[in-house]
């Protein structure tokens, strides 16, 4: 049997190149996933012409904190509705959130207590398009939810209670936007 003992010296060089080579995957595959999201189609992404979910954006857009500013940016000039921070924190643990033309509230389901509607009220153009609601948390944070089609201008979603979505809405520091 082969014995293969190694110096502490060279178990520390070893451990560093490891180390190394690992920084160094990390850092080309996310440069990869970057390189993959052309402007034009983030765009598309953001104003609807590409229908949400993508997996591979969603992803990007999960690692990539200045692909998200970009998206938000985008979002932001297209979205139908904006609903702003809130002025004051709320003690309501279901906050309500109204923006112009657009309301946003959440109620417990009765049937399961570990789940919230969402429910996303217009309010003036009844016929505007509600399909994707995208909050934007402070720290750069994006969660977004497709929605279903309005009726009488609402449209209503079921998420869980611990979702990232419900986590924002909930934060009075996010931003809402409906496109």
Do not use: W
């Amino acid at each position: 049997m082969t014995d293969y003992r190694l110096s502490p010296e060279i178990t520390t060089q070893a451990q560093q190149k490891f180390s190394q080579l690992m920084v160094t995957r990390t850092l080309l595959e996310s440069e990869k996933l970057s390189q993959g999201v052309s402007a034009s189609r983030l765009y598309a992404y953001a104003n609807g012409s590409l229908l949400y979910p993508q997996s591979d954006l969603d992803k990007a857009l999960g690692q990539n904190l200045s692909l998200r500013r970009t998206y938000k940016s985008m979002v932001s000039k297209v979205a139908s509705f904006y609903l702003p921070e809130s002025l004051a924190a709320s003690s309501d643990a279901l906050p309500t959130r109204e923006g112009e033309g657009c309301r946003i509230s959440l109620k417990k389901s009765r049937a399961e207590p570990d789940q919230i509607y969402i429910i996303v009220e217009l309010t003036k153009e009844r016929d505007a398009h509600a399909e994707v609601l995208v909050v934007c948390g402070e720290d750069d944070l994006l969660a977004q939810i497709a929605l279903p089609t309005p009726r009488n201008g609402v449209s209503q979603v079921i998420v869980e209670k611990n979702s990232e979505i419900l986590t924002l809405l909930a934060d009075p520091k996010s931003e809402a936007y409906v496109r």
